[in-house]
């Protein structure tokens, strides 16, 4: 009985502890980025030809050193941090709700509808991400937007596969029956009656998700397949980094670590919120 | 399980294999970053295919790394008068490597074809267009009637199209075979050849020049700067040669204790070319300004760490036509601002430059000059593209933004091949600018023979084209060369043209 206890205790602080650690990570960078953003506009863009490739903590004032053109990093860094925590979000948000649309209607209306959606769904998981990220860039072009879109269009699947199936298993349960027995109309019951039984699954993939994007953007930048050079972006940063890796490792080094804090930020609170919102696991990645 | 054995004892084998084979002396191995797909003289114009096929093939005259004409397979020629007629004497008892004997015939057949139907399928035949034909004298003296003098014309003959081919070979076997299975005269010859991976060399005993002190030559085709790199480190290949090195890693490459960077200037020039039809740029004034704005100094003294030089015109200073008196227009960024009110541009208009996505120096060129730009009010932004698609697609078909990245490598040392290319109407390399004025001067320079006429006259093209406004020159870069410290007699060649005769390692 008491190891019982102990063990749960233990289990139970690093739960905390998992969300402490996230929220700080995640919470820090994004004060870090509007911060930045909102005191120095122009930091890790300002070219500087005479202070290249200084190391860190060298010279006053530049704590994390400066890139190849001079550029502070830790400015770059967190300014890289806007483009990725607004690919990241804006793209796992596009893609819920296309998800959950898809999803709802799916799995509530079934038949020819589901079968239609859930094919395509199937045809799109088969293509691989790479291949059609370089296609849709190749025809539609490179860009903050366009990639935004790309990740919405390749990442809604998950969200419409995991809201089909919740909803496969609600719509027959009696609340559904009798709202539909008393002639609710069928987007309040679609809307009203099941998105909030679903909806703790789809937020916790949705967190999860936003770090994928992050890495997504970051490799694709770094093929030169993302956005344009002149915007500092963390997977740009590691591209240009890669020349110097043996003679100025702070240029890759710390746009390493700010995805690498980022995503596991993102991972940890994901990881949390699992638990508070769907302490029965349905959400199984 | 008894598989997998066989299998690791497979493994293991040509692991010592390799080994074995790369410990035996003169044994050389390069890092070249582009496979040309094919060996035909006609059939290229990529420096990577000249970088392997000096070994194979000899013209009739040669240019070493020292850029002096010297005789190759014709020990002398000789033009007459008006320059319409080359007499050439040829070497005696060269043989190819298939045993074939090389003499008149085999100069013949080499620019019959080069200059027919076969040559006119590949890119190579423009460059000679001023022969007319080949008459046999004798078994060793050839006369070769031109259309029109042709002043570069003995340098063309020293590289590309005009390697002397085997007449017998290639109508016995046809000329798909010999682009995979070349035969030529030269010091080494091709024995194997995979596809986008390496090309195997052996040296060839009976080079009229005697034989090479290597004996065996392979290059491997690798295009990831990094990736060449660390093998040169490794000592998997022992030179990697342009345009692989990017300027960033030269201090990689000098910190090892086992290896060192060659460095040479090079004919290659870099510049960013003008829309000069829509955009802001199409107006002169506007091009004007946008030069002015770019320090180029500082990005050959920093970004490139004086690895090149600030160019005034399309073209270094080896190249004919190329003059010393004539000045870059200066920085100043007062008179920029002041060009740019004048011409009406608002604060915020747009400006795209097109580059090529994978090149690592010209990226940080690129952000440079876009913060120079951004200083006068401009928005810039910068668009990588794959460089085939650069190159085949988006600048000959007029599609790019108002300024694209163009490189341009000049084998020929001469400012005729460049700038005829780059600013007659209707060529490849022009797809927005028509001036019949610089038309006009670019066709009277080729009909000149007297040299010092010749050289005024390109030199007044290339004053034009600044006055003008036609492109922002930026710099010539050095041809940089990653070499192992074991590697001798290594003369870095600026045109990326090795012929590796007198190379050899060091134990």
């Known amino acids: 009985?008491?190891?019982?206890q102990t063990r749960s205790d233990t289990l139970k602080r690093f739960k905390n502890l998992e969300f402490i650690l996230g929220v700080l990570l995640v919470g820090g960078i994004t004060l870090a980025v509007v911060i930045t953003h909102w005191l120095f506009p122009d930091s890790g863009t300002q070219v500087n030809l005479t202070q290249r490739l200084v190391p860190p903590m060298t010279e006053p004032g530049i704590?994390?050193?400066?890139?190849?053109?001079?550029?502070?990093i830790l400015g770059r860094a967190i300014l890289g941090g806007e483009i990725s925590l607004k690919v990241g979000v804006y793209s796992a948000?596009?893609?819920?709700?296309?998800?959950?649309?898809?999803?709802?209607?799916?799995?509530?209306?079934?038949?020819?509808?589901?079968?239609?959606?859930?094919?395509?769904?199937?045809?799109?998981?088969a293509l691989p991400f790479i291949l059609l990220a370089i296609t849709f860039i190749a025809v539609i072009g490179g860009g903050l937007t366009n990639m935004i879109i790309l990740l919405i269009v390749s990442q809604?699947?998950?969200?419409?596969?995991?809201?089909r199936g919740s909803v496969l298993s609600l719509r027959d349960q009696e609340f559904i029956l009798s709202a539909r027995a008393i002639g609710v109309h069928d987007i309040r019951i679609l809307f009203q009656h099941l998105l909030p039984n679903l909806i703790g699954p789809v937020i916790v993939l949705m967190t999860l998700n936003v770090a994928n994007n992050i890495l997504l953007e970051s490799s694709l930048t770094f093929l030169g397949l993302g956005v344009d050079p002149t915007i500092p972006s963390w997977g740009g940063m590691l591209a240009e980094g890669r020349t110097y890796l043996q003679t100025a490792w702070w240029l890759s080094v710390f746009p390493g670590l700010a995805i690498l804090l980022t995503v596991l930020g993102l991972n940890l609170l994901g990881d949390w919120l699992r638990d508070i919102l769907d302490p029965t696991g349905r959400t199984s990645l | 399980m008894k598989n997998g054995k066989v299998l690791l004892k497979s493994l293991l084998a040509s692991v010592a294999l390799a080994a074995a084979i790369s410990a035996q002396a003169g044994s050389l191995t390069i890092a070249s970053p582009q496979d040309p797909g094919s060996w035909d003289p006609i059939d290229t114009f990529l420096v990577n295919w000249a970088s392997v096929a000096t070994n194979v093939f000899d013209g009739l005259t040669y240019r070493g790394p020292d850029m002096a004409l010297v005789p190759g397979l014709a020990t002398a020629w000789e033009e007459n008068e008006d320059g319409t007629r080359i007499r050439f004497t040829l070497r005696e008892d060269v043989t190819f490597h298939n045993g074939e004997p090389f003499n008149a015939e085999s100069v013949k057949f080499t620019f019959d074809r080069l200059l027919g139907e076969e040559g006119a399928q590949g890119p190579q035949r423009s460059n000679y267009t001023a022969i007319d034909s080949i008459e046999i004298i004798d078994d060793y003296t050839v006369d070769m009637h031109l259309h029109q003098p042709d002043p570069v014309l003995l340098t063309k003959l020293a590289g590309y199209g005009a390697m002397i081919v085997p007449p017998q070979y290639i109508q016995e076997h046809g000329s798909d075979h010999f682009a995979i299975h070349p035969v030529g005269t030269g010091p080494f010859q091709i024995v194997n050849y995979a596809r986008r991976e390496r090309v195997e060399l052996e040296a060839y005993a009976d080079h009229w020049g005697g034989a090479p002190r290597l004996d065996q030559l392979t290059y491997r085709f690798i295009s990831e700067p990094s990736t060449a790199i660390a093998e040169l480190q490794s000592g998997g290949v022992h030179i990697v040669i342009p345009p692989t090195?990017?300027?960033?890693?030269?201090?990689?490459?000098?910190?090892?204790?086992?290896?060192?960077?060659?460095?040479v200037p090079s004919p290659t020039v870099e510049a960013l070319r003008f829309n000069t039809e829509s955009g802001i740029t199409a107006d002169e004034r506007v091009r004007r300004a946008l030069i002015m704005a770019v320090d180029r100094e500082a990005i050959v003294d920093s970004i490139l760490a004086g690895q090149g030089q600030v160019i005034s015109s399309f073209q270094g200073e080896f190249s004919?036509?190329?003059?010393?008196?004539?000045?870059?227009?200066?920085?100043?960024?007062?008179?920029?601002?002041?060009?740019?009110?004048?011409?009406?541009?608002?604060?915020?208009?747009?400006?795209?430059?097109?580059?090529?996505?994978?090149?690592?120096?010209?990226?940080?060129?690129?952000?440079v000059v876009s913060s120079y730009l951004q200083m006068l009010g401009l928005n810039v932004s910068i668009r990588g593209?794959?460089?085939?698609v650069l190159l085949n697609d988006i600048i000959p078909e007029g599609r790019t933004g108002e300024m694209f990245q163009q490189k341009?490598?000049?084998?020929?040392?001469?400012?005729?091949?460049?700038?005829?290319?780059?600013?007659?109407?209707?060529?490849?390399?022009?797809?927005?600018?028509?001036?019949?004025?610089?038309d006009a001067m670019l066709n009277e320079q080729r009909s000149i023979t007297d040299p010092a006429r010749r050289e005024d006259l390109l030199q007044s093209i290339a004053r034009y084209t600044q006055d003008r406004a036609l492109e922002m020159p930026l710099y010539s870069i050095n041809a940089l060369y990653g070499v192992r410290n074991e590697v001798q007699n290594f003369e870095a060649a600026p045109d990326n043209r090795l012929r590796l005769t007198d190379v050899y390692l060091e134990d």
């Open chain 1, 1 to 4: 009985m008491t190891t019982v």
């Open chain 1, 63 to 72: 704590w994390l050193g400066t890139d190849a053109l001079g550029r502070d």
């Open chain 1, 93 to 125: 948000l596009g893609a819920v709700i296309l998800g959950i649309v898809m999803g709802l209607i799916s799995g509530y209306y079934g038949g020819f509808v589901d079968v239609f959606v859930m094919r395509f769904a199937d045809v799109q998981l």
């Open chain 1, 156 to 163: 809604w699947v998950q969200y419409a596969r995991l809201v």
């Open chain 2, 245 to 263: 090195v990017p300027i960033g890693m030269i201090d990689t490459i000098e910190n090892n204790r086992n290896t060192h960077v060659a460095s």
């Open chain 2, 320 to 367: 004919f036509g190329y003059d010393p008196e004539m000045e870059p227009i200066p920085h100043d960024m007062e008179g920029a601002r002041q060009l740019l009110a004048e011409a009406g541009v608002e604060p915020g208009a747009s400006l795209q430059i097109d580059v090529r996505g994978g090149d690592a120096t010209f990226g940080e060129v690129a952000q």
């Open chain 2, 385 to 388: 593209y794959e460089t085939n």
């Open chain 2, 408 to 438: 341009w490598g000049g084998w020929t040392f001469d400012f005729d091949n460049t700038a005829y290319l780059m600013y007659h109407t209707g060529e490849r390399w022009n797809p927005y600018d028509s001036d019949e004025e610089l």
